[in-house]
């Protein structure tokens, strides 16, 4: 790495929501993260990293799962360790997905979302999904290598509507510029 910009190092990407009301099906969201190769940054991604799974070098890793919301503060935690990710990747997009299961949920069905994104102590952005209520999923970040080798962070939620596995096929797509 040249220059003095040392970019994004370490990111943590926290997700919570309130659980279900009794009796109602429980409320099942998911970070997904995506890295798309520098030979095509826009096109298919070479994994995706979600629920019991992680990066195959242990970059991208979710340390905190949750399947109804029920946890203390954050339900969900996603670290990607940019600083350490293979150079043969320049683009990173990472995802939320409300799991359909016995009914279609829009992020509007979704109790009190909330999303974090910090690196350190240091908060890089945070919504609430406001913007896309209508949205079965949304992209929520994008982080890309510049050709120092360092990282730039790209905030912002875009909505998707459609299945989860649609979804990440096509998430790199969404956020396209």
Do not use: C
């Not at 409300?98 to 949920?105: A, K, L, T, V």
């Not at 290598?145 to 730039?152: F, H, K, N, P």
């Amino acid at each position: 790495m040249n220059g003095v910009n040392k970019g994004i190092g370490k990111v943590e990407i926290a997700l919570r929501w309130d659980p279900s009301p009794a009796g109602q099906p429980a409320t099942d969201l998911d970070l997904v993260a995506a890295p798309y190769p520098a030979s095509d940054p826009h096109g298919d991604p070479s994994y995706v990293v979600h629920f019991d799974s992680r990066s195959p070098d242990g970059t991208i890793l979710l340390s905190r799962d949750s399947k109804d919301g029920k946890g203390f503060g954050f339900d969900e935690v996603m670290m990607l360790e940019l600083n350490r990710l293979d150079a043969r990747y320049a683009r990173v997009v990472v995802g939320v997905v409300i799991q359909q299961h016995q009914e279609q949920r829009t992020f509007a069905g979704v109790g009190r979302p909330g999303l974090r994104i910090r690196e350190g102590y240091t908060v890089l952005a945070e919504d609430d999904f406001s913007g896309v209520l209508g949205a079965t999923a949304a992209t929520v970040a994008e982080f890309t290598r510049d050709s120092t080798g360092a990282w730039d962070f790209h905030p912002g939620v875009q909505g998707f509507q459609g299945d989860p596995l649609t979804f990440t096929r096509s998430m790199g797509i969404t956020r396209r510029p």
